[in-house]
């Protein structure tokens, strides 16, 4: 098991080039299954999820090879239309293969992903919309055990959330059907775009991602692509933070300033001076952090929820009291009680947090609770007086690449230990 020990309280300055985008790379590498051909993904963050993805293309029957940040995946002989239970669990959201592999194989075959650290994370867009396009799916005992009778055929789908999974698993199922589909209520986030992209490079016709309606014509096949991911606009706000919290001043490289939009407002109204251009930020934080008056998380292009700790942790450091409302996920304040520990006052009722802005947080032992919560953790940590002790941090490699080299370059004292 690792930790992250930090010693908190250096400023933190410097530069970072922001990775690729996991929540981009994951879809991407699921429409690899549907290329007949090798496709090279560059810009493929090193992550653990990215390596369970690895292990089911293989599993599936694709030839993967990395090489630096580019993951080169041929697909031509996959063979096998299931995911071992023990694949699905270290992942949850490969639940956006059902459609690729369904396409490709005419059968796939895995189990529910069930709930996770943020509650329930229910499928049923996603396989409602599946069946639409002609996909028999036999559930039982959470197992989902598909085939097709022909082949999948373009449909009219309007969502009654706009679902960024099952938007992705639409479109992948929707690729080389036979005909048009139409998704009305679309989700409209960066990286359905960047899916779009992939697919289309790989011959395929995809059209409206970024809007509410994705119209999707299959095509027989889909071939190779050579592609690069977007930058990961959740990373980009996690330094961003750290820089904040600490008085620091950082220049971020490889961003999508229109991704990030919705969050840099509210840097800037915490009193962060911001210098944007189109693919970089330079951020100076105040000597105090100004609290922000009400976040309310959204879909695209909206406050994201996967920022919302981020911002919490921010506002545990300002000067006054800040309103913060998670609207997407039932059950995503696990990390609140973990930021108590090191002195943030935060109270909690429902989908609200009120954070009321201290002084100064001291270090402690405290326990990642999940992926963006671990990472609000140690930007806590990072700020705070003393030793901080990130415990689980399997949660935060999902999403994070090497995050204590990057946070070292910047002037931080921080080290993982194998303990
Ligand atoms: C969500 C985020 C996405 C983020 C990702 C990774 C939103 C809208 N989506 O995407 O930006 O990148 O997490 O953390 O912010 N739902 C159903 N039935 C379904 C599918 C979803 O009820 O079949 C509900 C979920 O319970 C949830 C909401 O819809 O309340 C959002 O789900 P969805 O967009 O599908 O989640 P992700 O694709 O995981």
């Known amino acids: 098991m690792s930790k992250l020990y930090i010693n908190g309280g250096k400023r933190l300055s410097g530069e970072v080039t922001v990775q690729g985008a996991k929540n981009s790379a994951l879809p991407i590498l699921a429409a690899t299954v549907l290329c007949d051909g090798e496709s090279v993904i560059h810009n493929c963050p090193k992550l653990s999820d990215v390596t369970a993805s690895v292990r089911i293309l293989e599993h599936l029957g694709c030839i993967c090879k990395r090489e630096g940040d580019t993951l080169i995946v041929d697909s031509r002989n996959i063979s096998c239309f299931d995911i071992p239970d023990s694949l699905m669990r270290e992942m949850r959201s490969s639940i956006v293969l059902l459609g690729a592999i369904s396409a490709r194989m005419g059968r796939a075959k895995l189990c529910s992903p069930g709930g996770c650290e943020l509650g329930p994370r229910p499928i049923d867009l996603h396989v409602s919309a599946l069946k639409k396009l002609g996909l028999i799916i036999d559930e039982s005992y959470g197992c989902l055990d598909c085939k097709t009778n022909d082949c999948l055929k373009g449909t009219e789908i309007h969502l009654a959330f706009p679902s960024v999974g099952a938007t992705e698993n639409i479109i992948l199922a929707a690729a080389t059907a036979k005909g048009r589909t139409v998704i009305h209520n679309a989700a409209r986030e960066p990286e359905i775009c960047d899916l779009q992209n992939f697919i289309n490079s790989a011959g395929g016709c995809v059209c409206g991602a970024g809007t509410g309606t994705v119209v999707i014509d299959g095509v027989s096949k889909l071939h190779g692509a050579e592609h690069t991911v977007i930058p990961d606009r959740i990373v980009a706000a996690t330094y961003l933070a750290a820089a904040a919290m600490t008085r620091g001043k950082i220049l971020l490289k490889n961003i999508e300033q229109p991704h990030l939009i919705s969050v840099l407002t509210y840097f800037s109204e915490m009193g962060c001076v911001l210098q944007v251009k189109n693919k970089s930020v330079l951020l100076e934080a105040p000597q105090k952090l100004s609290r922000f008056f009400e976040i309310q998380t ?40 973990e930021l108590r520990r090191l002195g943030a006052k935060i109270k909690l009722a429902d989908r609200v947090a009120v954070i009321d802005g201290v002084e100064r947080l001291s270090g402690a032992r405290v326990d990642s609770t999940d992926l963006r919560g671990g990472a609000a953790l140690v930007l806590a940590g990072l700020a705070a007086d003393g030793l901080t002790v990130v415990d689980k941090i399997h949660h935060i490699d999902r999403g994070y690449e090497n995050i204590e080299n990057v946070l070292t370059n910047l002037g931080a004292d921080i080290v993982r230990k194998e303990v």
């Open 298 to 337: 959204m879909v695209y292009p909206g406050f994201p929820t996967d920022a919302g700790p981020i911002l919490v942790a921010m506002a545990t450091l300002s000067n006054g009291s800040s309103m913060f409302v998670e609207n997407i996920f039932e059950n995503r304040y696990n990390y609140v009680g």
